[in-house]
């Protein structure tokens, strides 16, 4: 298993002012945004530590926060490689703005 740096502040974010993103990303399944909200905040209690988590709840993590934390897609006509980089996801989850670097670079 690779060790996956959670961004925690990111985490932070949608567990609580962002957490329609992830209401967002349930929709359609089985799962409520409780259950992966209460997932996320777990991981905010234990320093992000994947370690600790149940093998249903890291299920839960996978299917849904992994994406929304590493996977968000460049939403512009993508000069980059189509993913947003770690660093300007918070950035883009506040603004609603899914744009990469060479995206945000081409635009201003
Ligand atoms: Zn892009």
Do not use: W
Not at 72 to 79: D, K, M
Not at 100 to 106: L, T
């Amino acid at each position: 298993m690779t060790t996956m740096e959670i961004d925690l502040d990111l985490l932070d974010y949608l567990c609580h002012k962002g957490a329609h993103h992830i209401e967002a990303a349930v929709q359609g399944h089985q799962h409520l945004p409780r259950t992966v909200v209460g997932v996320g905040t777990f991981l905010l209690d234990h320093d992000g530590n994947l370690d600790l988590l149940t093998a249903k709840q890291r299920a839960t993590f996978d299917k849904f926060l992994k994406p929304l934390l590493f996977d968000v897609p460049c939403q512009g006509f993508c000069h980059g490689d189509g993913r947003i980089e770690s660093e300007l996801l918070l950035k883009s989850y506040r603004d609603d703005e899914f744009l990469c670097r060479r995206c945000r670079q081409a635009v201003a």
